[in-house]
């Protein structure tokens, strides 16, 4: 889940603020930018202050608003083409721009809790897991994209 939080905000720097702003302030469904930080760095050893556990029906308001979030038609345009991009094997300015967001973001939001581990600070898994995410942000905008969605976090909760 952190790191398609981390190629959504990538993608878009601000598509979350745009989200934001534009949600209806008295829906009570609304989880709010301070939530969705809170959520992606819901490490408890990392932020013991935050201490939140999040019950079932926020998890499914959290999973819809992702959906929202990458139907957005900018994000759509930006994932296709990079996408795009990439299966050309373009060396382009926006597969360039969207990895050096997606790893700027990483490093300052979760590599600092993960350098114990090699594989987590190698350059070359960071790019794949952002190529992946978009790869899973464009299955997400298909017809069954939600049901995709939750069976993929389903597998990477059980891993």
Not at 18 to 39: A, C, G, P, R, V
Not at 114 to 128: G, M, P, V, W
Request: with cysteine; charged share 20%.
């Amino acid at each position: 889940m952190d790191f398609l939080l981390i190629s959504i905000e990538a993608i878009n720097l601000y598509n979350l603020d745009m989200y934001y702003t534009n949600t209806d302030y008295k829906t009570q469904n609304h989880i709010s930018l301070e939530e969705l930080f809170h959520i992606r760095c819901g490490n408890f050893m990392r932020h013991p202050y935050i201490n939140k556990l999040y019950t079932f029906e926020t998890s499914i308001i959290l999973i819809y608003r992702i959906y929202k979030l990458v139907n957005n038609h900018i994000i759509k345009k930006n994932i296709h083409n990079v996408l795009i991009n990439i299966y050309n094997q373009n060396k382009s300015q926006i597969i360039k721009q969207y990895l050096k967001r997606f790893r700027y973001i990483y490093y300052k939001t979760q590599n600092y809790y993960n350098t114990r581990s090699k594989i987590y600070c190698n350059d070359q898994y960071i790019n794949e897991m952002a190529i992946l995410n978009l790869y899973l942000m464009q299955k997400i905008i298909y017809q069954d994209g939600m049901y995709f969605f939750i069976k993929y976090l389903k597998l990477s909760t059980n891993i």
